[in-house]
């Protein structure tokens, strides 16, 4: 089956959906150690610290906002039609990459705040 772009931007748009709701501000804000700078209208985290450098907090820092800022991108991107044809399938296995640690960073996640989610 020959990938479209409409079917890497609906690919796109469900790891972009993932990403915001394992970011989801409410979740966060319901912690008292962490500070959280974002996007009340998308969800998007563009900073978050806490008093305590945890594990929890690396992993929003040093992974979530990352794989957030490069699905963006990639929908962009995709909307621009920047990448050609050939290079789609290549484009595919890295939002299905992105996908499965968003799933699992939400599911530990989950896991932390009670499934809160």
Do not use: C, W
Request: no cysteine; aromatic share 6%; hydrophobic share 40%.
């Amino acid at each position: 089956m020959t990938l479209t772009y409409n079917d890497m931007k609906r690919k796109a748009n469900a790891a972009l959906s993932l990403a915001i709701s394992v970011s989801d501000t409410k979740q966060l804000r319901m912690d008292p150690d962490v500070e959280v700078q974002g996007d009340p209208f998308t969800g998007m985290i563009f900073n978050a610290r806490t008093r305590n450098q945890d594990e929890r907090t690396l992993m929003i820092e040093d992974q979530l906002v990352p794989k957030q800022a490069r699905v963006q991108q990639l929908m962009l991107d995709l909307e621009a039609h920047v990448y050609p044809q050939a290079q789609l399938p290549a484009i595919s296995d890295e939002l299905d990459r992105l996908i499965e640690e968003l799933e699992a960073m939400k599911q530990m996640y989950d896991a932390d705040y009670g499934g809160l989610a």
